[in-house]
């Protein structure tokens, strides 16, 4: 039971598609900011996914006479402090971005998800002892969470993706607990259960499935926050360490002292947090259009 | 209504409790404690030393000693000695509190009177190319990280004015205080402004559809009269609610601006005692922004109420 039907939103919206190429045009048409922001994403994913064929030096190595280089034809982008190509810096800073923002955004929806669906389904003792836990987690804003959980944990990449995701745990479980909690009294699960099957099977296979469609326009909100949350932490100097290329990092070594003298240092870090964040949410909005119907504005 | 509160009440005691329990947990798993960051810097590898350093500063009891000797202290007022400083945790958190406090509270100011009228005119002229522009500008708001946003004003200042615009020592007068905080502010509200411009835009867009909209067209209302007086106070009540989830999210941008700008705010000294394990600091700082958060939110439940005559808490 798919409630995602993209066949039904498409002859709703009054298209006559077929083949994939007509599909993504008809989807460019009606959500044109959508299509840009599904582009901005896509970019991101190949600079990452290939960033070693695409840096022109290796995001780590040094060449003394470059340091402070400026932009030019050597060093696209300028060279940092350090004598780093900025432009593969920044490369490389995709994958790190990616992985932490997917990573975080994945570990906190299986969390969220196995605790709303059990909190919402199984009710009692256990959902409200749940939703307690989640009152005191939605208690501290995301960064102040965030920040004590990486402190705790100390730097590394998989903290880092650890920290980020625990505070996102809580608008999940809840997100997944409401719908579950409607879905329960549905009539498909009483037939299920008339055909003797468990409740744990149910609970997977007929309620999780119905509470995709929120969960993906959740998910793709909170991969935007999630990557701005690691620029945030490695700017502070409590994300992702050395020898790492953060954006984030990249940041705060260059701050108050470069805004006068190598500015480029500061803008193209910056830009590429952006416009990356911006594109997930461009993407996100447009999902939020196709998949949720009730919140269409 | 009594009962509600009593309960609500328990509640938010029960957060605060719940809350106290996994921060002073969380920093025990801290690796590495004052005493060794202590030790270290002072270049002491003396075992010796670091134990009564230890011992001194009540490290070395057992945690649940730790715990009811600090809740102990801070239910009378008493949050301990700060580790670095060596001075009592109030004194060093107090004065920080007003400087926070205003940054936040212009902050907030900003946003709505950005947030409100541009996500009006959003919804009022919904498709055309203003609607697009606004719609782009709010997710870009969403999307630039304060802290660049914070970094890309410096620069433009010391490009345009020749200086940085920083907080150095007390300023002269009230005046320019707020003149010195409004730039961080604006970096912080910006973020905050778009938030609020989407929910008014799309809480706008709902009630303009509304019978009673066209019955007040159809009677002959004036369009300004439709929109701000019909439309906007009932597209109003949502606005409220997330004005509330703003105030806890500014704190975030409060966080990395008042590092950006140099200002001795609470949200800077958070991050300055979490890297130095200053667990009296850290501890009792995070108690009092899950307070205020809590309470913000009670406060934006409580002017639903008063806000819509129809909303009653069930007792």
Not at chain 1, 6 to 31: D, K, P
Not at chain 1, 191 to 199: I, N
Not at chain 2, 170 to 182: Q, T
Request: net charge neutral.
């Amino acid at each position: 039971m798919a409630i995602i039907n993209h066949e039904a939103a498409l002859s709703r919206a009054g298209a006559n598609v077929t083949g994939w190429w007509s599909r993504i045009l008809f989807f460019t048409r009606r959500y044109p900011l959508g299509a840009v922001g599904a582009l901005i994403v896509l970019v991101f994913v190949l600079t990452a996914v290939f960033a070693n064929f695409i840096a022109p030096y290796d995001p780590t190595s040094t060449n003394a006479r470059a340091s402070l280089a400026k932009p030019g034809m050597a060093y696209f982008l300028g060279a940092d402090f350090r004598c780093r190509d900025m432009f593969s810096r920044i490369v490389y800073g995709a994958r790190i971005s990616l992985t932490v923002g997917l990573g975080a955004t994945l570990l906190g929806g299986i969390l969220g998800v196995t605790i709303g669906l059990m909190s919402g389904y199984l009710g009692g003792w256990i959902d409200l002892g749940t939703q307690r836990v989640m009152d005191v987690m939605q208690s501290l804003p995301l960064l102040v969470m965030a920040l004590v959980m990486a402190a705790s944990l100390g730097p590394s990449l998989e903290n880092t993706i650890i920290a980020i995701a625990i505070p996102l745990v809580p608008t999940v479980a809840r997100v997944v607990r409401s719908s579950t909690l409607s879905l329960r009294e549905q009539p498909f699960v009483e037939a299920a259960r008339a055909v003797g099957m468990g409740e744990a099977r149910i609970a997977v296979r007929h309620v999780l499935p119905n509470t995709l469609a929120p969960l993906i326009v959740l998910g793709t909100a909170q991969l935007g926050s999630a990557i701005l949350t690691e620029a945030s932490l490695s700017f502070l100097g409590l994300g992702i360490p050395e020898p790492y290329p953060s954006w984030g990092r990249m940041l705060s070594e260059s701050a108050a002292e470069y805004v006068r003298t190598a500015p480029w240092l500061v803008i193209f870090p910056g830009v590429a947090i952006s416009l990356t964040v911006f594109g997930t949410n461009l993407l996100g909005d447009a999902l939020r259009d196709i998949l949720d119907p009730r919140e269409r504005t | 209504m009594g009962s509600y509160l009593t309960r609500r009440f328990l509640l938010m005691a029960l957060t605060l409790f719940g809350m106290s329990v996994l921060i002073f947990v969380m920093l025990r798993l801290v690796p590495g404690n004052v005493a060794d960051i202590l030790v270290d810097s002072a270049g002491i590898a003396d075992p010796k030393e670091k134990a009564k350093i230890a011992r001194e500063l009540g490290i070395d009891r057992p945690i649940f000693d730790q715990y009811i000797h600090w809740i102990g202290g801070l239910v009378q007022g008493d949050l301990g000695f700060a580790y670095v400083s060596e001075r009592p945790a109030i004194e060093e958190i107090a004065p920080r509190i007003p400087i926070s406090a205003k940054l936040a509270g212009l902050a907030l100011f900003f946003s709505v009177i950005m947030g409100v009228p541009l996500g009006v005119i959003s919804a009022v002229r919904q498709n055309t190319a203003l609607d697009y522009f606004l719609r782009v500008l709010s997710l870009s708001g969403l999307s630039l990280p304060s802290f660049w946003l914070g970094l890309l004003i410096l620069m433009a200042s010391v490009q345009w004015f020749g200086m940085i615009p920083i907080y150095t020592n007390e300023p002269r007068s009230f005046i320019d205080e707020m003149l010195l905080l409004s730039i961080p502010a604006a970096a912080v509200g910006f973020r905050s402004s778009a938030l609020i411009m989407r929910l008014t835009r799309s809480s706008m867009l709902e009630v303009l559809r509304q019978d009673y909209i066209r019955t007040a067209r159809s009677k002959g209302a004036s369009q300004t009269s439709v929109n701000y007086d019909h439309a906007l106070r009932n597209a109003l009540l949502p606005v409220v609610t997330i004005i509330g989830i703003e105030a806890a999210f500014l704190i975030g941008g409060l966080i990395v601006t008042e590092t950006v700008f140099n200002i001795p705010g609470v949200a800077r000294f958070l991050v300055e005692a979490i890297l130095w394990r200053d667990y009296p600091i850290v501890q009792n700082l995070v108690m009092l922004i899950a307070f205020v958060v809590i309470v913000v939110n009670f406060l934006v439940d409580m002017a639903y109420m008063a806000l819509d005559p129809r909303i009653k808490y069930a007792d």
